[in-house]
């Protein structure tokens, strides 16, 4: 089986910042391309973030470049997804998966709430 574990997350003022992270079980994240997702009250869930497992430059869809950073640790076999400067336009369930396609079974995800 293969699943994805992850934390972080929680509510924050505008401006502040989060980390999530990512910790997959039954495959690697070094051998993998893996990236964020999020789906805001009542929209459909995109992909906002995606690391290739090659040379290929990470993936960030527009609204999050500059704010968002995926990092790799290869050693714990875990993704981060590093979000500063948040607006309350980030609040939102997070989840990481496969990616660009994501293939795995959606968990519960990580909510980030940010709100003044």
């Known amino acids: 089986q293969v699943w994805v574990v992850q934390s972080g997350g929680g509510s924050v003022q505008p401006g502040e910042s989060l980390t999530l992270s990512c910790k997959p079980s039954?495959?690697?994240?070094?051998?993998?391309?893996i990236g964020w997702f999020r789906q805001a009250p009542g929209k459909e869930r995109e992909g906002i973030a995606c690391s290739s497992n090659d040379n290929s430059p990470t993936f960030y869809e527009e609204l999050v470049k500059g704010r968002f950073t995926i990092s790799r640790v290869n050693a714990e076999n875990t993704m981060s997804l590093q979000m500063n400067n948040l607006g309350i336009s980030d609040t939102a369930t997070y989840y990481c998966?496969?990616?660009?396609?994501?293939?795995?079974?959606w968990g519960p995800g990580t909510q980030v709430i940010v709100s003044s």
């Open positions: 039954g495959f690697l994240v070094e051998d993998s391309a």
């Open positions: 998966n496969r990616s660009p396609v994501p293939t795995l079974p």
